[in-house]
């Protein structure tokens, strides 16, 4: 009777102890497929950063990066709109900010072969006249850094806007990035003038942002050349626009071949190891904006250092 009531008992605590196992081993691939799943959607819903340029105290449109929330092309647009409108958005970074009139109303939009028409209402011109080319730039660089959106085509209450209202300056009826930004005049004469676009650092609260800056300059040189130099020049006049890129650095060569630039720089590169991301961006981001290329490699002294893709 005892050897068959302990028996009972081994059975019953083995049987107990394989379905808990049972029960664990359920549990934790249930778990497994869960946390899979979820990295799944995770994966799947994020969204990449989207680029915004606001106004700094100099009068500078200043590049920075928001996360819209949606991967609609149109939704984007109207996000942007609404970063880019004065009292729509109540986090812009310290010391930016927007530009379009805050009573301003986007009519409707229309998009067609990678070219965005947006319509405003009348108050577009409610601001600061002297502003006005400012704000045309901001929407035009924050609208055509959407993916698969290359142009902008401006409307006023559904009439094309063909010339700045203040100065009566001629606009293309499509803006692009060959519109520039943040314009500089540096010319003694109107012939042979080039049109380079370079990215400098402006810190604000402790916080580096890139700056782009389209001079003109008369000068017959590879436009690689140009960004080089001005880089390598540190500062913009007084508007508090820096470079990292040290005084002696030297392009050795570069190249160009599907749709890839190389750069060849000697050691100097390295002077400044603290910055040394900031410079890498700053020549990449330089040469995206005037060269029809997807990546940047650079190498020093011919050997691969980073590549950087658009």
């Known amino acids: 009777m005892l050897r068959r009531k302990a028996l009972r008992k081994i059975l019953i605590t083995t049987f107990a102890i394989f379905t808990l196992f049972i029960v664990c081993l359920v549990t934790e691939d249930t778990f497994v497929k869960d946390l899979e799943v979820s990295k799944d959607v995770e994966y799947v819903t994020s969204l990449?950063?989207?680029y915004v340029y606001l106004l700094n105290n100099n009068n500078y449109l200043v590049r920075t990066n928001t996360l819209l929330g949606t991967?609609?092309?149109?939704?984007?647009?109207s996000c942007l709109v609404d970063y880019l409108t004065i009292g729509?958005?109540?986090?812009?970074?310290?010391k930016l900010s927007?530009?379009?009139?805050?009573?301003?109303?986007?009519?409707?939009?229309?998009i067609e072969e990678n070219v965005v028409t947006l319509n405003f209402s009348k108050e577009l011109w409610d601001g600061d006249s002297k502003l006005y080319e400012?704000?045309?730039?901001?929407?035009?660089?924050?609208?055509?850094s959407i993916d698969g959106i290359s142009g902008l085509k401006l409307k006023v209450e559904g009439v094309l806007v063909t010339e700045?209202?203040?100065?009566?300056?001629?606009?293309?009826?499509?803006?692009?990035?060959?519109?520039?930004?943040?314009?500089?005049?540096?010319?003694?004469?109107?012939?042979?003038?080039?049109?380079?676009?370079t990215?400098?650092?402006?810190?604000?609260?402790?916080?580096?942002?890139?700056v782009p800056v389209t001079k003109y300059v008369n000068d017959s040189r590879e436009k690689v050349d140009i960004i080089v130099e001005n880089l390598s020049g540190n500062f913009l006049y007084e508007t508090n626009l820096i470079s990292l890129l040290q005084n002696d650095i030297e392009l050795m060569n570069y190249q160009i071949e599907d749709e890839l630039m190389l750069l060849n720089f000697n050691n100097n590169l390295f002077n400044n190891e603290k910055f040394l991301e900031e410079v890498t961006y700053q020549v990449a981001y330089s040469i995206f904006d005037n060269y029809d290329v997807q990546s940047v490699l650079i190498e020093v002294n011919g050997e691969e250092f980073t590549r950087i893709e658009k």
Not at 169 to 189: M, Q
């Open 48 to 50: 990449g950063m989207d």
């Open 71 to 77: 991967d609609d092309t149109k939704k984007k647009i």
């Open 88 to 94: 729509k958005v109540d986090h812009l970074p310290a």
């Open 98 to 110: 927007a530009l379009l009139p805050s009573n301003v109303k986007l009519l409707d939009m229309e």
């Open 134 to 144: 400012r704000m045309i730039e901001s929407l035009t660089y924050s609208v055509v």
């Open 164 to 197: 700045i209202p203040s100065t009566k300056k001629i606009l293309p009826e499509v803006l692009t990035k060959e519109y520039g930004i943040n314009k500089v005049y540096d010319i003694d004469s109107t012939s042979n003038i080039t049109k380079v676009t």
């Open 199 to 210: 990215y400098y650092l402006n810190k604000i609260d402790n916080q580096n942002y890139y």
